[in-house]
């Protein structure tokens, strides 16, 4: 059987409970603080009062004492000492001859005790004393005068139960209303946190309810406190994020699957034709030869699906080494001078930068541009690549003259499987229609850009910036 440790359960309660607990706590260790200087102050008070009423006493004892003729008359004069205790029935008192230590007047058994307590003290200091029946006192001792100027040695003594008695109430009533007060507080504080919690309630809603095809609610921010507003705002740019993730996945995977449809029903349907009726072999050859066409273009487009996906993840860049522009450049250029020539078209590169970046992908930036710059020129032209360099950025311009780009469309060039004009692009042998994204990919790789600037019927120019000593993008 599994145990639940107090922690679990701790970390698991709501914040309403969490908060009752928190302020109950907070509010037990303050009033068990309040209460405790309470007691001590009540205390202090109530023997400050003692003292005051045991000084007061003892100033009129001693008048009494003075109008007395001799020490012998004293026991003949009690009746004046009862008439100082009458009304005062925890007042206990006792006159002692100093020269004997006879007692002289006593009118209690305590005031007899409390002689014996006496006995060596400061006559200055009162003393807190326990009878034998647990009964408290507090006594104050010292010397005084009778008429003809004999001593005296007197006694007062207090009854301290009420006092006891009156620390004992308050001190047993604020045990008993403390723990009700306590609750009360974590009730109520439970009451005010669920009701404070409650808009919380519209957030935990909506997110419950989240699902791919659900992604278009949203919170309403107007009326949620502060915090919970900012909460509301960026959990809405979440959506707005993942809306857009998924519409992006949506209509990437429905492009894909028509990219890949076409060659595999080509190659589907030119097998089974050639399957249809006896072929010599140059017809099968013929057939080979096409399929393996098809075939390539499949290789590619899933190594470009496969670039694309890890670019998404910021893996794409293994190494960053000083790359020449100008050398990449000028090596691409003779790679593609064949295909270029074929075509009736002159590549020139110009100009020189060096920036950080991975080799290859740099290389394979430049080359996509080129290829798409060579196949979109006209015929005769020039394809120029421009390498230039600021104080802060590195450029590699690749123009070319040809029918330009739609204003309107320059900002889908960049989108996956986008073929502006898709039937001149397969006619010409274009490639997985990932060529541009990839260029854009591996530019936020180097945290760099890619730009175009196009003309109806005159010049296109694709331009990769590169800042100097910038790392991935991370936007």
């Given at each position: 059987?599994?145990t ?20 109950g706590?907070f ?8 209460a405790?200087f ?5 205390a ?5 009062r003692l003292d005051?009423e045991?000084?007061?006493k ?7 004492l ?10 003949a004069?009690?009746?004046r000492?009862?008439d ?8 206990n ?5 100093p020269?004997n ?10 005031a ?5 307590r ?5 006559s ?15 006594s ?9 100027g004999?001593?005296v040695?007197?006694v007062?003594s207090?009854d301290?139960s ?5 620390k004992?109430?308050?001190?047993g009533a604020?045990l ?19 009701t404070?919690l ?6 935990t ?5 989240v699902?791919?095809h659900s992604?278009?609610?949203r ?19 979440m959506l707005?994020?993942?809306d ?22 080509t190659?589907l ?9 006896s ?21 590619r ?5 496969l ?20 050398v990449?450049a000028?090596?691409?250029?003779e ?10 078209v002159?590549v020139?590169?110009?100009?020189s930068a ?7 992908l ?5 080359t ?15 394809v120029s690549v ?16 040809g029918?330009?780009?739609?204003e ?7 989108e996956?499987f ?5 039937a001149r692009?397969?006619?010409?042998g274009?490639?997985t229609?990932l ?10 790789a180097?945290?760099?850009?890619v ?6 019927d005159?010049?296109?120019t694709?331009?990769?910036?590169f800042?100097?000593d910038a790392g991935?993008d991370?936007?």
């Amino acid at each position: 059987m599994n145990t639940i440790s107090w922690q679990t359960r701790l970390a698991e309660a709501s914040l309403a409970s969490r908060f009752a607990m928190a302020v109950g706590l907070f509010g037990l260790i303050v009033a068990g603080a309040a209460a405790t200087f309470g007691y001590w102050g009540l205390a202090r008070q109530l023997d400050a009062r003692l003292d005051a009423e045991l000084e007061g006493k003892r100033s009129l004892l001693l008048h009494i004492l003075s109008e007395i003729p001799s020490v012998e008359q004293i026991p003949a004069n009690g009746h004046r000492f009862g008439d100082l205790l009458i009304g005062h029935k925890d007042l206990n008192l006792a006159v002692i001859d100093p020269r004997n230590d006879r007692l002289l007047a006593s009118f209690s058994p305590a005031a007899v005790e409390s002689v014996a307590r006496m006995k060596g003290a400061a006559s200055s200091a009162p003393l807190y004393w326990q009878g034998p029946d647990k009964t408290r006192y507090v006594s104050v001792a010292g010397p005084a005068t009778v008429g003809n100027g004999q001593m005296v040695r007197i006694v007062l003594s207090l009854d301290r139960s009420e006092d006891q008695q009156l620390k004992r109430g308050v001190l047993g009533a604020t045990l008993l209303t403390l723990p009700v007060l306590l609750v009360l507080v974590a009730l109520g504080t439970w009451m005010v946190a669920r009701t404070g919690l409650a808009p919380l309630n519209r957030l935990t809603a909506v997110a419950a309810h989240v699902t791919t095809h659900s992604l278009a609610q949203r919170i309403e921010p107007r009326g949620l406190p502060a915090e919970l507003r900012v909460l509301a705002v960026g959990f809405n740019a979440m959506l707005d994020r993942i809306d857009q993730g998924v519409r992006r996945l949506s209509e990437f995977s429905a492009d894909l699957a028509h990219e890949m449809r076409t060659p595999v029903a080509t190659l589907l349907g030119r097998t089974q034709v050639a399957l249809s009726q006896s072929r010599s072999i140059d017809e099968l050859h013929e057939v080979l030869a096409g399929n393996v066409e098809e075939l390539d273009r499949l290789t590619r487009l899933i190594a470009d699906m496969l670039f694309l996906a890890r670019a998404d993840q910021g893996d794409v860049v293994s190494t960053r080494s000083q790359v020449d522009l100008a050398v990449e450049a000028a090596r691409v250029a003779e790679f593609l001078s064949v295909v270029a020539d074929e075509r009736g078209v002159r590549v020139e590169v110009t100009g020189s930068a060096r920036v950080q970046g991975d080799q290859i992908l740099v290389q394979r930036a430049i080359t996509n541009l080129l290829t798409n710059a060579i196949r979109h020129a006209e015929v005769p032209s020039v394809v120029s690549v421009t390498v230039r360099s600021s104080a802060t950025h590195a450029f590699v311009d690749v123009s070319n003259r040809g029918p330009g780009i739609p204003e309107r469309q320059i900002t889908r060039v960049f989108e996956r499987f986008v073929r502006l004009d898709a039937a001149r692009a397969r006619g010409d042998g274009a490639g997985t229609g990932l060529g541009l994204p990839i260029v854009k990919s591996v530019m936020n790789a180097h945290g760099g850009s890619v730009e175009v600037v196009s003309e109806p019927d005159g010049a296109t120019t694709f331009s990769l910036v590169f800042r100097h000593d910038a790392g991935p993008d991370k936007g």
